[in-house]
T-cell receptor, first 116, second 110 residues
Framework: SAVISQKPSRDICQRGTSLTIQCQVD?????MFWYRQQPGQSLTLIAT?????????ESGFVIDKFPISRPNLTFSTLTVSNMSPEDSSIYLC?????????????FGPGTRLLVL | GQQVMQIPQYQHVQEGEDFTTYCNSS?????IQWYKQRPGGHPVFLIQ?????EVKKQKRLTFQFGEAKKNSSLHITATQTTDVGTYFC??????????FGQGTTLQVKP
């Protein structure tokens, strides 16, 4: 199993500012994933963060808005840039891990962001 | 694009009643996973189904994967107040991406 922590757990930000969210895993993983969950909605994959290469972004998400770093196999950051109220969401990082011979995706506790 | 549809969106049941949520994919899935998210919490992995027609049980929860690997269901027998939360299915496409359904939010009246 994997234990994931995220910082900050929540924040209230002013529009136009940027926030960097950190994700730390207790084991080395190849890929880390960043999701967004808007209020009352499902999870949408923003990007996949690979160590040693640029992140792979999903349709509708761009690097200028959501720059990602992946400096090593246990850590990643997601920045939400030039925020607007529409960016108010829960941001979750996750990793794949083997658990009892099946591949399992573990989620961090999430960062609850409110943009005013 | 590839979609995973989940119904119903909401379900209110009396404690002790059964509950079922259904997922349908527009394309064949490599596998399907189920997650539970408690209010204010994050998604927690419940189970993964890989084989066509597979059925797995976890206590009062029964998970099924369709023969065509395009649909799945989660059935809870005799719900309890601890079952409250949103249940998500997520299918792994042939490109390896995990696609989440919209989720079914379960409320249980004591």
């Amino acid at each position: 199993s994997a234990v994931i922590s995220q910082k900050p757990s929540r924040d209230i930000c002013q529009r136009g500012t940027s926030l960097t969210i950190q994700c730390q895993v207790d084991s080395q993983v190849t890929m880390m994933f960043w999701y967004r969950q808007q209020p009352g909605q499902s999870l949408t994959l923003i990007a996949t963060a690979n160590q040693g290469s640029e992140a792979t972004y999903e349709s509708g998400f761009v690097i200028d808005k959501f720059p990602i770093s992946r400096p090593n196999l246990t850590f990643s950051t997601l920045t939400v840039s030039n925020m607007s109220p529409e960016d108010s969401s829960i941001y979750l990082c996750s990793v794949d891990s083997m658990d009892r011979d099946q591949e399992t995706q573990y989620f961090g506790p999430g960062t609850r962001l409110l943009v005013l | 694009g590839q979609q995973v549809m989940q119904i119903p969106q909401y379900q209110h049941v009396q404690e002790g009643e059964d509950f079922t949520t259904y997922c349908n994919s527009s394309t064949t899935l490599s596998n399907i996973q189920w997650y539970k998210q408690r209010p204010g919490g994050h998604p927690v992995f419940l189970i993964q189904l890989v084989k066509s027609g597979e059925v797995k049980k976890q206590k009062r929860l029964t998970f099924q994967f369709g023969e065509a690997k395009k649909n799945s269901s989660l059935h809870i027998t005799a719900t309890q107040t601890t079952d409250v939360g949103t249940y998500f299915c997520a299918g792994t496409s042939n490109t390896g991406k995990l696609i989440f359904g919209q989720g079914t939010t379960l409320q249980v009246k004591p």
